[in-house]
């Protein structure tokens, strides 16, 4: 612990900036993989079997390859500045958000005390750089994705801010390490099942879960995956990345990936437990060994995480995509009314408690 803190702090940041870099690389990579195992399992089919042996696992790579080898085409009617910044701020916009995630109780990039308003308002910044990529490209079909994409993402900000407010309430913080910690113990203490502070369980427990389901499919419109991937619905309006080719268009795809464990990491961390295991005895302690705790800490938060990305996988490949008219149906007469409410409700049991 004393020669961990006697290393300078630039070069802690540095180290951990390229750590999460090369973290989140490898996971878009895996990730992408896993999404073709996914559909092929859903459609009873093989998936990518040939490249690198054991069931195509090296196919994302090659194909990484691929796009960085292809022509970079930029239309000669596009904004070229604004053209070449969207995808830069996309995916900086998305790794920005990584520096408060904790992924375990000693590895976190800067344990913001407004760590989970900073995630909020970084990640908004992904709607700018998608209508500048849907106006810079001088094509109306990418105009018209990019607003669709930014009028689903605005929309759904508030039912995921409003979920998001219910452990924040619980807890009394804003840090991300504070709603973690709170949440030792076991599984029956983790937030989304009430018991986050160890008292009024059984009058949290609805409350929670609703927030918990709520926040979930929001920030799948967050995202933009099925069922509401209207932004990229290629049957019926071409998406804001329409002109985008080689490493241009792979970042937006990387930064897609990137986002859903973003949102998975979140629903971890205020919902789920975050680095603590499902029971007290598969923990260790700090006070043992500070570096067995952030690998297994690690190891617990990765594990839930790619349960949901898994999750959200299997629903692109299950369900149909809503019409534009549904999308906002839901998320104005659904999600919203249900989530003002219970905020409202878990205000007056957090007051009366």
């Given at each position: 612990m004393n020669l961990f803190h006697q290393i300078p702090l630039e070069i802690r940041w540095v180290v951990y900036v390229v750590a999460m870099i090369v973290f989140v690389s490898l996971f878009a990579l895996f990730a992408i993989w896993l999404e073709r195992k996914v559909a092929a399992w859903?459609?009873?089919?093989?998936?990518?079997?040939?490249?690198g042996g054991f069931h195509g696992w090296s196919q994302t790579i090659a194909d990484m390859i691929k796009l960085l080898l292809k022509e970079d085409i930029i239309p000669d009617a596009a904004d070229r500045g604004l053209f070449k910044l969207a995808p830069y701020i996309v995916f900086t916009s998305s790794f920005a958000a990584f520096a408060v995630l904790p992924f375990a109780a000693n590895l976190i990039g800067s344990d913001l005390n407004i760590g989970i308003y900073y995630i909020v308002a970084v990640s908004s910044l992904?709607?700018?750089?998608?209508?500048?990529?849907?106006?810079?490209s001088n094509n109306k079909w990418s105009l018209y994705g990019g607003m669709r994409a930014a009028s689903q993402m605005i929309s759904y900000e508030i039912p995921v801010a409003l979920s998001l407010l219910v452990p924040i309430l619980l807890v009394g913080s804003l840090s991300m390490q504070d709603l973690v910690k709170v949440q030792a113990g076991g599984f029956w203490n983790w937030t989304i099942f009430g018991n986050a502070l160890g008292r009024g369980s059984i009058l949290q427990l609805p409350f929670t879960i609703v927030a918990f389901i709520i926040y979930f499919w929001a920030s799948l419109a967050e995202v933009n995956r099925v069922p509401f991937d209207l932004p990229e619905g290629e049957s019926e309006i071409i998406g804001f990345?329409?002109?985008?080719?080689?490493?241009?268009?792979?970042?937006?795809?990387?930064?897609?990936f990137a986002n859903m464990f973003l949102v998975s990491g979140v629903a971890v961390a205020l919902f789920l437990g975050g680095w603590h295991a499902p029971f007290p005895f598969l923990e260790v302690s700090a006070e043992t060994s500070l570096i067995w705790c952030n690998v297994i800490g690690t190891f617990w938060f990765i594990?839930?995480?790619?349960?949901?990305?898994f999750i959200q996988m299997w629903l692109r490949w299950t369900l149909p995509r809503l019409r534009v008219d549904q999308l906002m149906h839901v998320c104005?007469?659904?999600?919203?009314?249900?989530?003002?409410?219970?905020?409202l409700i878990v205000s007056l049991l957090v007051v009366i408690s």
């Open positions: 859903a459609q009873d089919r093989m998936g990518p079997m040939e490249t992904v709607v700018i750089s998608i209508i500048m990529a849907g106006w810079a990345h329409v002109e985008y080719s080689a490493m241009r268009f792979g970042m937006f795809f990387f930064a897609e594990g839930k995480a790619l349960i949901l990305v104005w007469k659904v999600f919203l009314p249900f989530s003002f409410a219970n905020v």
